[in-house]
């Protein structure tokens, strides 16, 4: 596992409270130079890229590149897929939203940008959370995905993956966020793509849930009644 | 590395000789069920995309599947990026035809793919001639990109790429696959995306060296006189 600081990051942004918070918890490590990166993968949420690039200018990034990679093309998931339903919060549920390999696709293509700008770190906000589901959200993971990308680049040298939040649970990364200012405002995650958010997907509720763990009202509107207050 | 033979095997099939030769070889194993992959990545030579699906139906392929990755978004390649001129034949420019993480991303993609066939082995037909100029086409790289796939993937199972040729020359796979009857009048190779192939790319040269040293010549038709005589 990576922990120092390298000088020049990407983070990957999705627009996404996980995400963002990344990107303040870098600025704040001190971190001269970094760039962004957001993934338009055919997501029925694009409304995300348009956050995505409105937190790049207001974290000040040195860059913002939106990547296409369409991952619609591997059909039946509800992410992607217009026919096929988003799944209501449910915890069993979670797994139907996987698209196989996509954070590894995300991160590749990534790392194929960071080339380009001359070699950087790599930052993904992957939360602990993620892991009972999401097999490419461990740490053990990104330690081997590092491996990868350092022997396949273009040049010899060492790859880094920072994962800052695999051992801390959204509620944490919240926290974390809280503290550094992130302008929750103008982040978005509900995965039916609505402003005010629908407060039902996934998505959603874990994220009120998190707000809610922290004893604060997210700044976002919700398209339902919630109670904010801490249970 | 891995040897044995998947009863369900996807190849990547690019339409060039050394993956048809591949997709041949792999039949030849005895494999009872092939699948084969193209991508669409915005090559100039997206003729090879026609020859790649001629080829999986030719060699008798459970399916064929067209993946899209745009690799232009990088820009400055010249395989990709009609603004930059393909290289004339110099093994030391090899290296400007290259994309960062190509074969990485073909491969995700085609493990992403093989999740929806159910599992599959993947066959890549990276050569020896390769690995002096892409770090993605040496065996020890794909040792560490199973591992990634293998601990990334929706299911706990081992991902298993196998590269069959990657310690034989081009001419030995050529000699190979003439052997197998692989139908080269129907293969593509010519960077500048002719038919009759332009005889002077990289790509050319390689291909017309091959035959050459094989005391055969190419069925495919050239724009210049090529001397067919082995050197």
């Known amino acids: 596992m990576q922990s120092q600081i390298d000088h020049r990051a990407i983070v990957l942004l999705s627009g996404g409270m996980d995400s963002s918070t990344c990107l303040w918890w870098v600025k704040a490590q001190g971190c001269p130079e970094v760039h962004t990166v957001g993934i338009d993968y055919g997501q029925r949420h694009r409304v995300e890229l348009e956050f995505s690039a409105r937190l790049s200018a ?3 990034a040195a860059s913002h590149k939106v990547l296409r990679l ?8 509800p992410l992607t897929d217009a026919g096929v339903a988003v799944p209501k919060a449910s915890e069993a549920q979670q797994v139907r939203t996987v698209v196989p390999y996509r954070n590894m696709l995300f991160i590749t293509l990534a790392a194929a940008h960071a080339e380009t700008v001359g070699g950087a770190g790599l930052y993904i906000a992957a939360v602990k ?8 959200c461990r740490r053990a993971f ?5 491996q990868a990308l350092s022997l396949g680049g273009m040049y010899d040298r060492e790859v880094r993956i920072h994962s800052p939040f695999t ?5 944490e990364v919240v926290r974390i966020g809280l503290e550094l200012g992130v302008p929750y ?6 995965y039916e793509g609505r402003r005010p958010a629908c407060g039902v997907c996934d998505a959603c509720v874990e994220r009120i849930g998190a707000f809610r763990a922290n004893g604060v009202r997210d700044p976002i509107a919700y398209e339902i009644g919630v109670d904010w207050k801490q249970s």
């Open 129 to 136: 959370d993620d892991d009972r589901s999401y097999r490419d």
């Open 58 to 60: 207001r974290a000040g």
């Open 167 to 171: 051992a801390m649970w959204k509620t």
């Open 185 to 190: 405002e103008i982040t978005h995650t509900c």
């Open 142 to 146: 990104y330690d081997s995905l590092e």
């Open 70 to 77: 369409d991952l619609t093309q591997f059909g039946g998931n």
